[in-house]
């Protein structure tokens, strides 16, 4: 035999996923390999006619304990770690009577599909795999003579080496085999680790893991010299990562990582209450805004930077319609996403062959607790979500003046749109519509200046008279440092200010507000995004 085949005679099969089973098991019987299997894997197979050996009759002790002890045992890790080609491990193996075990094929118990569904903790606890992956990582281990099977999607592989080399698998395919079996069992061990931390309400565990399944290989990352791939982790949250891809070319990085910051920043915009819109461009909205209709608000949202959304990504609060697919399509777009679509609609868009459009099956929640993860040279910086809505907070009149309701209105729209802007963040708003967005500048005067400037760059693009943040409200992410960011806002025409207050200098803020006769009101929440 050609150096590092093996061949298979024995297979042992557990598994709790059973999509192309009976196929697999047939071809390996075929082949005359033996199956051994477990529990409901060995009735499958038995009531499907094959001739299956159960393995309480490899180990001579029967499942107990509900099942939870069935494999572990020592005719069973014995057959899988002894190096077959050790002396001592073959006499070991002869003396206490071990058979080996040259295949094995084992998907763990859904444990993240159970927390997915929200069951109860015990059925959560009773979905946690012990023999599984202890059976996977030996097997793992000892890949010069075993081959391990974790997911349906690898069947056909192996089934083709085993026809290509006479019933051997190849090293190369074993070592492949194994590196995917240890991701897996640490990313099921992942799942279960961050599971119980917050079960346990720990926002630190001694140790924190994340794991996730590959959705795709992207062609490269933020630029054509980095590589990088998409990966979907245990989370259930919808977005691109739960979305359908109805056509349009595959997604870059960078389109993934813009229609994630779209649709988490749509989803503040509550559909029950109204049609929103957000176009994104380069992780930073550049328009915002509620309408009617999708279409007017799309038409609210382009017309606060028509500049920046050349290329943009859309993200919509409600299902696509014909009406706003239209308009939508009529300048260059990278993506479209929303919760669903109409068959006009995809249609429409289907006219633009490159043009993205996915379905990401329904709205994220803002409210919804979870965590974010960042890397740093030689570690990870985690927090949890900022799940804050200023529906939920206490807005305190620190001026003389208070917001008229119509003001209000359009500063609770301003600080859920802030709250998405890369800081420091400056958002003017009028009619529930962003009209100048000023992100990531390193001084908050800036950034209100910057803002300022593109609404009167979009007021000459419209041929408007005046610039739109003429009565508009401006938000602030953080607080005011001093009074000459207010000050800029003021001057471009704003009426009534939302910030979260804390500065050290808030008496000289609302001094200046005061002083001009705007509105200003805090919110005691801050909502930095680097």
């Known amino acids: 035999m050609t150096q590092g085949h093996r061949c298979v005679a024995r297979a042992l099969l557990s598994v709790s996923d059973k999509t192309g089973l009976l196929d697999f098991a047939r071809a390996l019987a075929a082949r005359g390999i033996e199956l051994v299997s477990t529990g409901g894997t060995r009735k499958a197979l038995a009531d499907a006619g094959l001739a299956v050996r159960d393995v309480s009759d490899l180990t001579g002790f029967p499942e107990m304990m509900d099942g939870r002890v069935k494999t572990l045992h020592p005719k069973v890790h014995g057959g899988l770690l002894a190096i077959r080609d050790d002396e001592a491990h073959r006499a070991a193996m002869s003396h206490h009577g071990i058979a080996p075990i040259d295949l094995l094929v084992v998907n763990l118990y859904p444990f993240e599909a159970t927390v997915a569904k929200g069951a109860p903790f015990a059925d959560c606890v009773e979905n946690i795999d012990i023999g599984g992956p202890a059976m996977i990582r030996a097997a793992a281990k000892n890949h010069a003579d075993v081959a391990v099977v974790v997911e349906p999607e690898d069947y056909a592989g192996v089934l083709a080496e085993l026809s290509a080399h006479d019933g051997a698998t190849t090293l190369a395919l074993r070592k492949a085999l194994a590196a ?12 279960i680790s961050g599971w119980f931390a917050a079960e346990l309400d720990d926002a630190a565990p001694s140790y924190r893991a994340f794991g996730g399944r590959l959705v795709e290989a992207l062609r490269y990352g933020e630029n054509p010299h980095q590589s990088a791939a998409f990966y979907r982790t245990a989370e259930t949250r919808f977005g691109v990562a739960t979305a359908r891809q109805v056509q349009g070319k595959q997604l870059s990085y960078n389109n993934i990582n813009d229609t994630d910051a779209a649709y988490e920043c749509v989803a503040e915009l509550d559909p029950a209450r109204t049609a929103g819109c957000v176009i994104v461009k380069h992780a930073n909205p550049c328009g915002v805004a509620e309408g009617a209709s999708l279409l007017e608000a ?16 859309v993200a919509l609060n409600r299902p696509l319609d014909a009406e706003a697919a239209r308009a939508i399509t ?11 679509a109409s068959a006009e609609a995809i249609a ?5 062959k490159n043009l993205r459009l996915l379905l990401a099956g329904g709205l ?29 907070m206490q807005l305190r009149t620190v001026t003389r003046r208070s917001p008229s309701e119509a003001e209000l209105a359009d500063l609770r729209f301003a600080f859920r749109v802030a709250k998405h802007v890369k800081s420091n963040t400056i958002v003017y708003a009028k009619d529930r519509a962003t009209v100048g967005i000023g992100a990531g500048q390193m001084s908050r005067v800036d950034s209100a200046r910057i803002a300022a400037r593109k609404a009167e760059d979009a007021a000459r693009e419209a ?38 207050g804390g500065s050290m200098r808030d008496d000289e803020v609302i001094k200046a507000a005061d002083d001009h006769g705007i509105a200003m009101v805090f919110t005691g929440v801050r909502h930095f995004r680097h």
């Open 364 to 392: 994220p929640d803002p409210r919804a607790r979870g965590l974010t993860a960042k890397t740093v040279a030689g570690g990870l910086l985690v927090q949890s979500r900022d799940n804050a809505v200023v529906e939920e």
């Open 180 to 191: 995917k079996a240890y991701a897996r069992t640490a990313a099921y061990d992942a799942a």
């Open 463 to 500: 041929k408007l008279p005046a610039p739109p943040t003429r009565g508009s409200v401006v938000a602030s992410d953080a607080f005011f440092p001093f009074a000459d960011g207010l000050l800029v806002a003021i001057e471009a025409g704003a009426t009534a200010v939302v910030q979260p």
């Open 330 to 340: 009529e300048i260059f777009t990278e993506v479209i996403i929303a919760p669903d």
């Open 298 to 313: 799309y038409r609210k949202a382009l017309a606060c930077d028509p500049v920046s959304a050349f290329g943009g990504i």
């Open 348 to 352: 429409i868009v289907g006219a633009k």
